[in-house]
């Protein structure tokens, strides 16, 4: 596994080594381990880190569909249940009559109460509607203490029942890019059909977001299951890279939300 850390970013090295730690723990301990809410880029992590050692993983976020999931890393002889992810979904009642909520909101409350991203997992709304899947080990704390967001007085009720929670469909459409190079701006202009100096345009304002953090590098070279968010037009992710062409470009294939 120590030979892992040289395919992925310097700036992945920590989570990299505490995935590897993970993993250690469970070939250890010969039992299950369960992480927090993972993105879908530290989930190919872990997957990479996994693959080999005859150890197996397993997750879930909760939702249908969810982006934001635990993982379960286990033993070949354990049969892991929905329940051994210890997530609590809870519905979000506030006065929506009269205002509306949006995520920012939603999770700058939760944020504020100095709680770790990690631990919650997709916020979801829809028709006024907004539920939030979370580590079941934070239930009653959050119960007592999560009582405003934005401009609204909340209250939680936690939703036992699947059949209550917020489904959506996502559509992905794929494409297949052939570019130059995994550089950001180069990526950004083929996705956009721009020229790379607009590319940069866009990166060098803040406008792109990779792995939900701003990147304001256009030198900054992607990986596959990295996602992006370019401002005013939508969001990407990073599907396969394919290998070469004859011409030693690159055939990227890549996703975008409809």
């Known amino acids: 596994m120590d030979g892992i850390l040289q395919h992925f970013r310097k700036e992945e090295q920590p989570f990299i080594e505490m995935a590897m ?7 250890d301990l010969y ?3 369960l992480t927090d809410f993972l993105d ?10 996994v693959n080999g050692s005859g150890l197996l ?7 249908d569909g969810a982006e934001r999931k635990r993982m379960l890393i286990y033993p070949d002889y354990y049969e892991p249940t929905r329940q051994d992810f210890q ?32 631990k919650f997992g997709d916020i979801r709304l829809k028709d006024g509607e907004v539920q939030l899947a979370t580590v079941m080990e934070l239930s ?52 956009l059909n721009v020229a790379r ?40 992710k990073v599907i396969a890279i394919e290998g070469r062409t004859k011409k030693d470009k690159i055939r990227l294939v890549t996703g975008k939300l409809e």
């Not at 730690?21 to 070939?27: G, I, L, M, P």
């Not at 879908?40 to 880190?49: D, M, W």
């Not at 993983?57 to 939702?63: H, I, M, P, Q, S």
């Open 87 to 118: 997530i609590a979904v809870f519905d979000v009642r506030y006065a929506s009559k009269f205002l509306t909520l949006e995520h920012p909101e939603i999770l700058g409350a939760l944020m504020g109460l100095g709680l770790d991203r990690a």
């Open 40 to 49: 879908p880029r530290q989930r190919f992590i872990v997957e990479s880190v």
């Open 197 to 236: 100096q607009k590319s940069s345009t866009y990166i060098h304002g803040g406008k792109v977001k990779v792995n939900w953090r701003v990147v304001d590098q256009p030198s900054f070279e992607l990986s596959e299951s990295d996602m992006l968010s370019i401002r005013g037009h939508g969001r990407f």
């Open 140 to 191: 009653t704390y959050l119960t007592a203490n999560f009582t405003s967001a934005g401009k609204a007085k909340i209250h939680l009720t936690e939703l036992p029942d699947y059949d209550g929670w917020i489904t959506f469909e996502e559509v992905w459409i794929e494409e297949t890019q052939i570019i130059s190079s995994l550089r950001l701006d180069t990526v950004i202009a083929s996705l």
């Open 31 to 33: 039992s299950p381990k």
């Open 21 to 27: 730690d993970w993993a250690r723990e469970v070939e």
């Open 57 to 63: 993983v397993a997750e879930d976020g909760g939702f």
